[in-house]
């Protein structure tokens, strides 16, 4: 292969700083709103959005560019309903016995328990997988790169992408997770990652009143 063969021209436009500043600000702002939801309304979400939500989150850096991801949606009653069961048993397990004192403290302002409704009452559930190997059509499998790195980046692109659309998001990890493996009938060289709950926040959801960290707090300029 040769090098033109390898890479592309960057499809890439300059802007004028004071628009990349103003681009940057809105961009901030818009984010600074996000928070996490545990109040959904039942309202269905546009196909679209999902898969382009999907698809932006597929666009994410990874090492080697293996994709080492897999996004399963889940909008089926019986299936989400078989998720919360599962979920709430090791729910219940981690504050009855699991939980120190401490992460059970630092979890008491949020108002959390071992009670998932919202796993059931969002319209979409979308359980996020990594895969520590790809198996190509010829059935050969090749090891994956920076997987936990990758799916994490591609996890943040897929809240962000959700949050610009107008969706309210919570990730949900409860542990361990092997029960979505079975319930999703993934297979076992794909370990779940993450449980995204997605949906419109139902009409007066609260959210906890939780302040982020200032930049100086967060960042180091050198």
């Given amino acids: 292969m040769t090098e033109s063969d390898a890479f592309i021209p960057l499809d890439f436009s300059h802007q004028e700083e004071r628009a990349m500043e103003q681009?940057?600000?809105?961009?901030?702002?818009?984010?600074?709103?996000?928070?996490?939801?545990?109040?959904?309304s039942d309202q269905p979400?546009?196909?679209?959005v999902l898969e382009n939500a999907i698809l932006a989150a597929g666009s994410a850096?990874?090492?080697?560019?293996?994709?080492?991801?897999?996004?399963?949606?889940?909008?089926?009653?019986?299936t989400k309903k078989k998720i919360r069961q599962a979920a709430e048993i090791e729910?219940?397990?981690?504050?009855?016995?699991?939980?120190?004192?401490?992460?059970l403290d630092a979890l008491a302002?949020?108002?959390?328990?071992?009670?998932?409704?919202?796993?059931?009452?969002a319209p979409a559930l979308i359980a996020i997988f990594l895969k520590k190997v790809t198996i190509d059509e010829q059935g050969v499998k090749?090891?994956?790169y920076y997987t936990t790195e990758?799916?994490?980046i591609a996890t943040g692109m897929l809240i962000t992408a959700l949050h610009q659309a107008g969706l309210?998001?919570?990730?949900?990890?409860?542990?361990?997770?092997?029960?979505?493996?079975?319930?999703?009938?993934?297979?076992?060289?794909?370990r779940p990652f993450l449980l995204l709950v997605v949906g419109y926040p139902a009409e007066g959801a609260l959210v906890p009143d939780i302040q982020r960290l200032p930049l100086d707090k967060i960042s180091t300029f050198l």
């Fill in 61 to 78: 850096p990874s090492g080697a560019n293996m994709q080492p991801w897999h996004f399963a949606v889940v909008q089926d009653p019986v």
């Fill in 150 to 152: 990758s799916v994490g």
């Fill in 168 to 190: 309210g998001t919570l990730t949900h990890t409860p542990s361990p997770m092997k029960f979505l493996t079975e319930i999703l009938k993934r297979p076992s060289y794909e």
């Fill in 91 to 103: 729910e219940r397990e981690l504050y009855e016995n699991r939980a120190s004192e401490e992460w």
């Fill in 23 to 40: 681009s940057a600000h809105v961009f901030y702002q818009q984010m600074a709103k996000r928070r996490s939801v545990r109040d959904f």
């Fill in 109 to 121: 302002p949020l108002g959390t328990d071992a009670n998932k409704p919202f796993l059931e009452n």
């Fill in 142 to 144: 090749h090891k994956n």
């Fill in 45 to 48: 979400i546009p196909q679209s």
